[in-house]
């Protein structure tokens, strides 16, 4: 037992300097942001029968894997529903306004009846700051994907005319293409928007 004890005093001052330390952040946490996945429930969004795509179901994929980008650069994230369910656009609307949130994206995909629309565009409300925001969005998803751009654009939505804060509503592709559906299929591609999102906030934020 003697020799026992004095092994771990022998040992113990070596475990405790060569483990690695923690240290509080030194930085104030990054604003709130909210993501607003379009659609959901009984309101399906665009919908092509074959192969069955549903952009609610798209949007709230998108929605969370943008999630995931903005929380690894350190910002705080609310979503509008985080389910299939339906959310009033009021509601969503005021649960922005009510959060404190700094900017607020609404997530969507496109629909035409011209089969050969393709693209990414993103609208803005009124305030010169939100167009600001679409265009950093904007390029950073066009760098990701390689999609076409169709520019940015101001937009008569009710939830980026009503919220209070600068607010987008990107539209990230048509499920009405086949060949940018096809690509929209793919969880990759998605990934590759959501990161194109959330690099876009980013570089909104830092400037």
Same mark, same amino acid.
């Given at each position: ?52 795509? &549903? &952009? ?69 409300? &009124?305030s010169p700051q939100g167009k600001k925001l ?54 990759r591609y998605l990934d590759q928007i959501a990161?194109?999102?959330? &690099? ?8």
């Open positions: 037992m003697k020799y026992k004890i004095i092994a771990l005093v022998l040992f113990f001052p070596f475990f405790v300097i060569g483990a690695p330390r923690s240290y509080p952040h030194s930085k104030a946490v990054k604003p709130l942001v909210i993501l607003d996945s379009g659609h959901g429930g009984q309101d399906q969004g665009a919908v092509i029968k074959y192969p069955h795509t &549903e &952009e609610k179901k798209l949007n709230l994929t998108t929605a969370y894997q943008t999630k995931k980008y903005l929380e690894r650069l350190g910002y705080r994230v609310v979503m509008t529903r985080y389910c299939d369910h339906y959310v009033p656009l009021s509601a969503r609307v005021a649960k922005a306004n009510q959060s404190r949130a700094v900017l607020f994206i609404s997530i969507h995909y496109n629909s035409c009846p011209n089969a050969l629309a393709n693209g990414v565009e993103v609208f803005y409300g &009124e679409a265009r950093q969005v904007l390029s950073r998803v066009l760098i990701n994907t390689k999609a076409k751009s169709r520019g940015v654009k101001e937009g008569k939505f009710y939830v980026i005319r009503q919220t209070k804060m600068p607010s987008i509503l990107i539209e990230c592709g048509f499920l009405t293409n086949t060949e940018e559906r096809e690509k929209i299929r793919d969880h990161r194109g999102i959330a &690099e876009g906030i980013d570089q909104f934020m830092r400037k």
